[in-house]
T-cell receptor, first 111, second 111 residues
Framework: DAGITQSPRHKVTETGTPVTLRCHQT?????MYWYRQDPGHGLRLIHY???????DKGEVSDGYSVSRSKTEDFLLTLESATSSQTSVYFC??????????FGPGTRLTVT | RKEVEQDPGPFNVPEGATVAFNCTYS??????FFWYRQDCRKEPKLLMS???SGNEDGRFTAQLNRASQYISLLIRDSKLSDSATYLC????????????FGTGTRLTIIP
């Protein structure tokens, strides 16, 4: 299995609070991604990174920000969580090939 | 119309049978394709990559039909452990930053 961990694995938070999810890789891969997965939708890209301090938006980036200060860590922040951000969040990594490998996911509930 | 469409199923198939499902994509610029399997409450795991007309790995065969814009996945001699949701994924012009995921086809193998 790819060396990807996510933390926390589960979180319940209240509307309006900031939340940061962490993705950590031990593979030294350049590319990292944040997705959300909701019933009735495929995995949707939130943000991705193509190197330290290099990030770009995906299709559902509103309400989310990211940071990547080290190769191994990619952080996803919900500045002010809303109920619509209740979801399962997956981090993924990619090396020089074209395949992405996913972390175990974070289940976030915003009440 | 969704960019990647899959029959959501469920497909309930007896053990040992052959099962096939299709996935259609709308973006003719899509160049690379993937099948992932996802177990309940787990992360997607890469099953197969398809860069040309098809790929085979043991009991699994993926075929690509560019003229009709669909990818199929065939599972022979199905096992109970094949029960999962299968995600079809398309990527344009060999750039994985813009993977498009289908919503998945749920497969249950019946003893």
């Amino acid at each position: 299995d790819a060396g990807i961990t996510q933390s926390p694995r589960h979180k319940v938070t209240e509307t309006g609070t900031p939340v940061t999810l962490r993705c950590h890789q031990t593979e030294n891969h350049r590319y990292m991604y944040w997705y959300r997965q909701d019933p009735g939708h495929g995995l949707r890209l939130i943000h991705y990174s193509y190197g330290v301090k290099d990030t770009d938006k995906g299709e559902v980036s509103d309400g989310y920000s990211v940071s990547r200060s080290k190769t191994e860590d990619f952080l996803l922040t919900l500045e002010s969580a809303t109920s619509s951000q209740t979801s399962v969040y997956f981090c993924a990594i990619r090396d020089g090939s074209y395949e992405q490998y996913f972390g175990p996911g974070t289940r976030l509930t915003v009440t | 119309r969704k960019e990647v469409e899959q029959d959501p199923g469920p497909f309930n198939v007896p053990e040992g049978a052959t099962v096939a499902f299709n996935c259609t994509y709308s973006n003719s610029a899509s160049q690379s394709f993937f099948w992932y399997r996802q177990d309940c409450r787990k992360e997607p795991k890469l099953l197969m990559s398809v860069y040309s007309s098809g790929n085979e790995d043991g009991r699994f065969t993926a075929q690509l039909n560019r003229a009709s814009q669909y990818i199929s996945l065939l599972i022979r001699d199905s096992k109970l452990s094949d029960s999962a949701t299968y995600l079809c994924v398309a990527a344009p012009v060999m750039r994985n930053e813009k993977l498009t995921f289908g919503t998945g086809t749920r497969l249950t193998i019946i003893p």
